[in-house]
T-cell receptor
Framework: GQQLNQSPQSMFIQEGEDVSMNCTSS?????WLWYKQDPGEGPVLLIA?????ELTSNGRLTAQFGITRKDSFLNISASIPSDVGIYFC?????????FGKGTRLSVIA | DTAVSQTPKYLVTQMGNDKSIKCEQN?????MYWYKQDSKKFLKIMFS???????INETVPNRFSPKSPDKAHLNLHINSLELGDSAVYFC???????????FGPGTRLLVL
């Protein structure tokens, strides 16, 4: 079955630093989604990517759909304490959705 | 204006009991889901309903029985609760299959 490998598993960074995380898959995907889960809450969609090579920004967040359609990255610039949480990459375009195992981000003020 | 709501938020119960978790969405979506998130935060889909019909059932013990009385509701009934059922259960909805999903706040189930 499809597998999503997300890295790093966890990150501890200083406030103001930039963050980069990525996701690779064993299969080609039509859509990449990036979700964030705040502590004690449900996941919330951050960015959706629909085409290979697509680069999309949402405020301080930037995500790209890899050309091979098997990978995606998410960058966060100038991190702030509220960026703390778990970031999931998600395959979409197939059923059921497959979630990566998440990158746990901690921001030290 | 909660889009996807779940009740209860916390549920503590004894092993062997039967319990239900309720989910409602006011987004007008056709598709609803139940996910289980374990202690390592891995999210795994359990069920999906589209227009009140079961379309995904991911190797879940038959002690778990979803019920969709209408498109806006998807409830989860669990019989004979076991220790391993302790987890956070998330309901989600989407305007169609394979579309962006909107998650509820989760139900934290602890089986003692």
């Amino acid at each position: 079955g499809q597998q999503l490998n997300q890295s790093p598993q966890s990150m501890f960074i200083q406030e103001g630093e930039d963050v980069s995380m990525n996701c690779t898959s064993s299969s080609i995907f039509n859509t990449w989604l990036w979700y964030k889960q705040d502590p004690g809450e449900g996941p919330v969609l951050l960015i959706a990517l629909y085409k290979a090579g697509e680069l999309t920004s949402n405020g301080r967040l930037t995500a790209q759909f890899g050309i091979t359609r098997k990978d995606s990255f998410l960058n966060i610039s100038a991190s702030i304490p509220s960026d703390v949480g778990i970031y999931f990459c998600v395959n979409s375009g197939n059923t059921p959705l497959v979630f990566g195992k998440g990158t746990r981000l901690s921001v030290i003020a | 204006d909660t889009a996807v709501s779940q009740t209860p938020k916390y549920l503590v119960t004894q092993m062997g009991n039967d319990k239900s978790i309720k989910c409602e969405q006011n987004l007008g979506h056709d598709t609803m889901y139940w996910y289980k998130q374990d202690s390592k935060k891995f999210l795994k889909i359990m069920f999906s309903y589209n227009n009140k019909e079961l379309i995904i059932n991911e190797t879940v013990p038959n002690r778990f029985s979803p019920k969709s009385p209408d498109k806006a509701h998807l409830n989860l009934h669990i019989n004979s609760l076991e220790l391993g059922d302790s987890a956070v259960y998330f309901c989600a909805s989407s305007p169609g299959l394979s579309k962006t999903q909107y998650f509820g706040p989760g139900t934290r189930l602890l089986v003692l």
